[in-house]
Nanobody, 115 residues
């Protein structure tokens, strides 16, 4: 079992930046991939970025350039930095962890973009 807790969401003005955190606990040594997803109101949950156990990253095309995923293995924490926030970035951001057999989700953290 892997338990994920996301923090760092909040209200940010357009053009601002924000760093989300996902702290993992439990059987973290079994995790081979972690990622950030987001779900805007009325839309399906979508992938933003992935990071594997070796630190390799992958971004969806829409996230390239403004999103950075990185990790601190000592803290079992994965981060997502969002640069130059835009209105369309407003969503609930979810952390995901995958082992060979299972996928785990956090409860989400809400990002509001408002002037």
């Amino acid at each position: 079992q892997v338990h994920l807790v996301e923090t760092g969401g909040g209200e940010v003005q357009p053009g601002g930046s924000l760093t989300l955190s996902c702290a993992a606990s439990g059987s973290t040594s079994d995790v081979n991939m972690m990622g950030w997803y987001r779900q805007a109101p009325g839309k399906e949950r979508e992938l933003v970025a992935l990071i594997n156990s070796g630190g390799g990253t992958n971004y969806v095309d829409s996230a390239k350039g403004r999103f950075t995923i990185f990790r601190d293995n000592a803290k079992n924490t994965v981060y997502l930095k969002i640069h130059t926030l835009q209105a369309e970035d407003a969503a609930v951001y979810y952390c995901n962890a995958r082992t060979t057999w299972r996928s785990f989700w956090g409860q989400g953290t809400r990002v509001i973009v408002s002037s």
